[in-house]
């Protein structure tokens, strides 16, 4: 791709560069749009760097933008949920969303739309039969207390943009890395089990669902404000998990592996295994957005379930 900008196609700045659904999005649109990436260490075309630890953003990565998108962020599974961590978490996506700010501020730049991922986790992590829509308040746990913050920070973006779009995410599937490859794997070798009850709701997207969303959003633009980025099915871990299974062609029978060992072993961070809600996606089915895997046993069926795949 040459790094000279195309003029006929919308500009779009994405951070999160290395993330699962910008190197999707990428794959999917950059004959549509011409895209700009921002990363700590460059390492292709099209990519600029910037610090959050320094505040060094390359101003040539803002040149020229019409779109930006937001993903950059720490993996909230990746470590235990020390408090050091947990400032991690939020100031790689908060701080770091406010420091763009200040610097298109300084240049003077105004964009068409600011783009911001967030998280199911705003409504917080416990299990209820109710099904959280876009108008329900924030949890209390830190997740709610990340989501809200992040989604905070995105609205700042009003004085310099004709609209703030929030995605609240959830669990993006993807056959090259992220939360699919971690299931599968004890899966992989007879090894599967529910953690806990099993009886926690798991709200997901498929990646090139979501991918398609931004672009749907970016093509509508009476599309703003916040919306859940789930697939409209509602279905339990030990729905998905069994679902995995078969898809793989591998047994599972274990009996549930008690929650206290889960929560002993993980602490704080074990509610991303053990709790998780039922979430509406009837606002953005609404603006005649149709996903392309709208259950699991599709979405599944078109993800490789290779072993190559969980061992990256």
């Not at 501020?105 to 039969?129: Q, R, W």
């Not at 794997?185 to 090894?191: F, K, S, T, W």
Request: overall charge positive; aromatic content about 10%; charged content about 25%.
């Amino acid at each position: 791709m040459s790094d000279d900008r195309d003029l006929t196609k919308q500009t779009i700045l994405i951070t999160g560069a290395n993330g699962l659904v910008a190197r999707r999005f990428a794959e999917k649109y950059s004959e549509t749009y011409a895209l700009k990436f921002l990363t700590r260490k460059k390492s292709g075309q099209n990519e600029y760097e910037w610090n959050l630890e320094t505040g060094y953003v390359d101003q040539k990565a803002l040149e020229g933008i019409d779109y930006l998108i937001h993903l950059a962020g720490a993996n909230v599974g990746e470590k235990r949920w020390t408090e050091k961590r947990k400032q991690e978490i939020i100031s790689s996506r908060v701080n770091a969303s406010r420091l763009l700010l200040s610097k298109l501020k300084e240049s003077g730049h105004s964009l068409k739309t600011f783009i911001s991922a967030s998280g199911v986790g705003y409504y917080g992590n416990f299990i209820t039969e109710k099904v959280f829509t876009e108008e329900d308040n924030a949890g209390t746990d830190f997740l709610a207390l990340l989501c809200r913050r992040w989604e905070e920070a995105a609205h700042e973006y009003s004085p310099i943009t004709h609209r703030v779009l929030i995605f609240r995410c959830g669990v993006v599937l993807s056959d090259r890395g992220g939360a699919l490859p971690r299931l599968q794997m004890p899966i992989q070798y007879g090894l599967g089990a529910n953690l806990g009850s099993g009886n926690s709701y798991l709200s997901w997207i498929h990646v090139d669902d979501l991918c398609k969303m931004i672009h749907f959003s970016i093509q509508h633009q009476d599309i703003k404000g916040i919306y859940n980025a789930v697939s409209p099915e509602i279905i339990t871990m030990d729905k998905v998990n069994k679902n995995i299974a078969r898809s793989m062609k591998r047994p599972f029978f274990l009996p549930n592996i008690p929650a206290c060992l889960v929560k002993l072993i993980l602490g704080e961070m074990s509610s991303l295994l053990l709790t998780g809600n039922k979430v509406s996606a009837e606002k953005i089915l609404s603006t005649g957005f149709t996903f392309d895997y709208p259950v699991i046993e599709q979405a599944l069926n078109s993800l490789s379930t290779s072993a190559a795949i969980w061992a990256r």
